[in-house]
């Protein structure tokens, strides 16, 4: 930021005149400070953080009235009137990050079938998003992988790589399928964008930078591949995700994973937790 921030300043803008703190985020998009009450979100340097505002600002309130599990927007400013990037203040869920949180196995696996359950609400519930600006994103599915196998095997070594241009190969005619109607979907849905109790108990889904238009299955790609089967028993009926479902999962989590390694300089991709997954019905 260009200048220090207010914080006082904004909160009371807004009506806002209680004690504050900041908090820690759990991602890098943005600064988090919160009072009793509410959350004030102001975007960082990231390259993203301001983009993924204002799709969030658009999206979450669709999600919301919809009937899904996230926090009310309760203003958003980009003024640049009191700091000089997007702001958003929102209503105060009191949980913790899933994805920090140690539980039982039973109380974690009931926390992803009830994502499943807010998945199939935002999936099947809305129907429209009014974006006349253009702020929501484009939620695609990376296809064009050449490239992405040839970092890996610069970063990770090539032993591997053979092995993961089959897979991709094997499951291509599927993931070129558009038949699938295209859904509303959070589009960046890992355990630290889920928010729930101490003891578990879903609380909300949060962060909704990435949002838009595109397959449901999208929203499955950063959920843990042996986290899915409560997901989707949480979601109940399938034909809204269409067919060759477990190809276009595996499709995605394998990106996932390729990406992971190069960052982390981390060779080893679970092929065989793959072709596992694909015998799954």
Known sequence: MSKKVDITAILAAHGIHDPWQPLEATGVANSIYATQ??????????????????????????ARQAGVMTPRLIAFDASGTLVDRPYSIWDRVHGVTFGLTPLPDAARRAVWR??????????????????????????????????????YADTCGSA????????????????????????F????????????????GLLALIDWGDAGWGDPALDFAAIPLD????????????????????????????VVSLENAIDNSAPGIPIAEFRRFLLRR
């Open 114 to 151: 009830e994502v499943g359950q807010q998945l199939a609400l935002l999936h099947d519930r809305v129907r429209e998003c009014p974006d006349p600006s253009g702020y929501l994103d484009v939620a695609d599915r990376e296809l064009d992988v050449e490239e992405l196998l040839q970092e």
């Open 185 to 200: 979907v959070h589009n960046d849905l890992h355990d630290r964008n889920i928010m729930c109790g101490p003891t578990g």
């Open 160 to 183: 591997q790589v053979p092995e993961i241009e089959g897979l991709f190969e094997e499951l291509r005619p599927y993931v070129d399928d558009t038949s699938v109607p295209p859904c």
């Open 227 to 254: 986290a899915v089967p409560a997901v989707l028993e949480g979601y109940g009926d399938r034909k809204r995700l269409g067919d060759n479902l477990n190809a276009r999962l595996v499709w995605d989590h394998l």
């Open 37 to 62: 009450h509410v959350v004030l979100r102001i975007a960082t340097d990231h390259p993203d953080a301001i983009v993924d505002a204002y799709t969030e600002s658009v999206a979450a309130p669709v």
